[in-house]
């Protein structure tokens, strides 16, 4: 018997690293249902190849692609009764829905799509506890931390340190970062991903969305999740214990390997398709701390992390919308953190267990954003 897969996201960065690793896990995992939001010509192609039960098209036009359309497709392929894991690999907040109906149904979701257990991390988690889901990180420093801690207690957990690569802006000054270009922001020195993630990453706001994710996953106060800017990419996560020892994760950044551990935790498969680690080649690798001038959209993040409630919703809506206009080259990347920065300002922070605030809280926030982004 195979595990059925569904696939949310599928024709994104991470929709297709998950394919590439299905394609040599065929006789473990099957491919029960693909969705994509406009890309019909790959998520044909896709289809073709792997013939799923359902194809879901969210924005479909005219188009016939598959069997479902609108967004209501997400949470259909989600809650398949031939599906055992989602692989969540949609970008933003448009994945909450899937997620948490994904959970209720008892499913494993392999988590990529991190922006819904910002928005919503106690609605999330409890829907899992609830519901008998469980949610299995694919963010590969989350993935990290999980390989370390497999097996232990939480309470012999003291802290995490994550790495961040510090993206593309590590050795500018800040005037020069504020002004960036969208060529510029989008040219990651260790990973091919999103542009969403990517300008994410060059902000740092990515770390501060991980962060928050880490605290939601590992049940870690935010006192005791680190950040520690490591341009290299090769050691993915450290966790200390309470007796002192520290665990990391290594290897060449590939999120094939991640993605895979999301489908087979606790245990792993021979795998020959990632690149084997060697330290000679990895070469010298070197730490260094945040600085805190050049990302100020991460120390946004880690307030309202701190403020909690719905002020971790606020961040990733106005974020979200100020990267979109930031790509549609209508601010200067110096705005993402302002536009940020004037909507936590004034959100009014809320109790964030129902869904209903949360979207309240999002919509509004979103409002703000684009008027403060372009005011
Ligand atoms: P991407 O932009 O390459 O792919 C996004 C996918 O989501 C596409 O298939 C698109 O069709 C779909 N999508 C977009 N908007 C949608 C909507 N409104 N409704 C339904 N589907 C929609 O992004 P990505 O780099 O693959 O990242 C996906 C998620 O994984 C993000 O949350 C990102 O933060 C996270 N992640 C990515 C990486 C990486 O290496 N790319 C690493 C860690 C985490
Ligand atoms: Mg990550």
Not at 194 to 217: C, M, P, Q, Y
């Amino acid at each position: 018997m195979t595990v059925g897969v569904a696939i949310l996201g599928s024709t994104g960065s991470i929709g297709c690293s998950a394919l590439q690793v299905l394609s040599r896990q065929r006789d473990r995992f099957r491919v029960a249902a693909l969705t994509a939001y406009s890309n019909a010509d790959l998520l044909q192609r896709q289809a073709a190849e792997w013939k799923p039960g359902y194809v879901g098209l969210v924005n479909s036009g005219k188009r016939e692609t598959g069997n479902g359309k609108g967004p209501e497709c997400l949470v259909e392929a989600a809650t398949r009764p031939d599906v055992d894991i989602v692989v969540n690999a949609i970008v933003g907040a448009a994945g909450l829905e899937a997620t948490l109906a994904a959970l209720s149904a008892g499913k494993r979701v392999a988590l990529a799509n991190k922006e819904p257990l910002v928005m919503a991390g106690e609605l999330v988690t409890r829907t899992a506890r609830e519901g008998g889901g469980e949610i299995v990180p694919v963010d590969s420093e989350h993935s990290a931390v999980l390989q370390c801690i497999t097996g232990r207690r939480p309470a012999e957990l003291a802290r995490l340190i994550l790495t961040a690569s510090g993206g593309p802006f590590r050795t500018w000054n800040p005037e020069r970062v504020a002004g960036a270009t969208v060529d510029e922001a989008l040219r990651h020195p260790t990973w091919k991903m999103g542009r969403k993630i990517t300008v994410d990453s060059a902000s740092l706001v990515n770390k501060a969305l991980e962060v928050i994710e880490a605290h939601f996953l590992f049940g870690l106060p935010y006192e005791a999740v680190d950040v520690v800017v490591h341009p290299q990419s090769v050691v993915h996560a450290f966790v200390e214990f309470v007796d002192g020892s520290v665990l990391a994760q290594v290897g060449f950044p590939t999120m094939e390997l991640p993605i895979l551990y999301a489908l087979t935790h606790p245990e792993r498969v021979p795998d020959a398709g990632v690149r084997r680690f060697d330290p000679v080649a990895a070469g010298t690798l070197t730490f260094e701390p945040v600085r805190a001038e050049l990302y100020p959209a991460y120390g946004l993040g880690r307030a309202a992390a701190a403020a909690g409630g719905t002020a971790p919703t606020a961040f990733n809506a106005a974020n979200e919308v100020a990267v979109t206009l930031f790509l549609e080259g209508k601010i200067r990347f110096g705005r993402i953190a302002d536009t940020i920065a004037r909507v936590l300002e004034a959100h009014q922070v809320r109790d964030a267990a129902s869904l209903e605030t949360v979207l309240t809280a999002d919509a509004a926030a979103r409002r703000l954003a684009r008027e403060a982004a372009c005011s």
